[in-house]
């Protein structure tokens, strides 16, 4: 595959699998979203309770301490729906600075393992180990090419399904149900709308800055 096709041609692959196939491929974005809760709450001395992934894409996160101050809450609330748009914009980020892509696969094995350790419920016991298993399957026996060519895909998916997952957070808060906006207004006082404008506004420059920088990467 040329250099110069390389880009557009796993972001078109991508594509199909943050939309298209969003219904199969939306667990992987869901445990990027949990692990953004997970990581950034961690950054600011919050402990992990537990981490659930559902079998119909939803997930939660929660915490050993009950009263969270105004900066954990944020970062803690934040990191989730930005979370794959960040994780995504990283890689993009590592990949056109040099860093091989099984470096990048490897890292983002070690972050699931973590990740699977504060899982505590079933389904999340599956669908986090078979997305692993994918990851690990290509950083460990595929050869260099396939390395980049799905290293590629994964950071496009990623940028892509930070964005994908925005239809679904305006219909949850539309209907009243959605968690990390109720919770992010409640500790700072903001309209849980602005939360939801933000995050689409967030995962949108993220997917605009890191598909320029492997577009550039690539011409």
Same mark, same amino acid.
């Given at each position: 595959? #040329?250099?110069?096709? +390389?880009?557009?041609?796993?972001?078109?692959?991508?594509?199909?699998?943050?939309?298209? @196939?969003?219904?199969?491929?939306?667990?992987?974005?869901?445990?990027?979203? &949990?692990?953004?809760?997970?990581?950034?709450?961690?950054?600011?001395?919050?402990?992990?309770? *537990?981490?659930?992934?559902?079998? !119909?894409?939803?997930?939660?996160?929660?915490? *050993? %301490? #009950?009263?969270?101050?105004?900066? %954990?809450?944020? /970062?803690?609330?934040?990191?989730? $729906?930005?979370?794959?748009?960040?994780?995504?914009? /990283?890689?993009?980020?590592?990949?056109?600075?040099?860093?091989?892509?099984?470096?990048?696969?490897?890292?983002? @094995?070690?972050?699931?393992?973590?990740?699977?350790?504060?899982?505590?419920?079933?389904?999340?016991?599956?669908?986090?180990?078979?997305?692993?298993?994918?990851?690990?399957?290509?950083?460990?026996?595929?050869?260099?090419?396939?390395q980049l060519v799905f290293t590629y895909?994964?950071?496009?998916? +990623? +940028?892509?399904?930070?964005?994908? %997952?925005?239809? #679904? +957070? $305006?219909?949850?808060?539309?209907? =009243?149900g959605e968690a990390d906006t109720g919770?992010? &207004?409640?500790?700072?006082?903001?309209?849980?709308?602005?939360?939801?404008?933000?995050?689409? @506004? =967030?995962?949108?420059?993220?997917?605009? $800055?890191?598909?320029?920088?492997?577009? !550039?990467?690539?011409?």
């Open positions: 595959m #040329e250099e110069t096709g +390389l880009a557009w041609t796993t972001a078109v692959v991508a594509f199909i699998a943050a939309v298209p @196939l969003w219904k199969i491929t939306t667990h992987a974005i869901t445990i990027a979203h &949990e692990g953004g809760h997970a990581m950034f709450g961690s950054l600011t001395g919050l402990l992990v309770k *537990r981490i659930t992934v559902k079998p !119909q894409g939803a997930g939660g996160t929660s915490f *050993r %301490q #009950e009263k969270l101050g105004v900066f %954990q809450t944020l /970062a803690a609330g934040l990191a989730g $729906y930005l979370g794959p748009s960040i994780f995504g914009l /990283a890689g993009a980020w590592m990949l056109v600075h040099g860093i091989s892509p099984r470096s990048i696969l490897l890292m983002t @094995l070690v972050l699931m393992a973590m990740l699977l350790v504060m899982v505590r419920n079933f389904f999340g016991f599956i669908a986090v180990p078979l997305t692993g298993l994918l990851v690990w399957a290509v950083a460990m026996r595929a050869t260099e090419d396939v895909i994964w950071i496009w998916f +990623l +940028l892509m399904g930070g964005t994908r %997952q925005i239809p #679904e +957070l $305006y219909g949850n808060w539309k209907a =009243g919770h992010l &207004e409640k500790a700072t006082g903001l309209s849980s709308a602005f939360f939801v404008a933000l995050f689409w @506004l =967030g995962s949108m420059a993220a997917l605009i $800055y890191g598909g320029v920088l492997l577009l !550039q990467h690539n011409a």
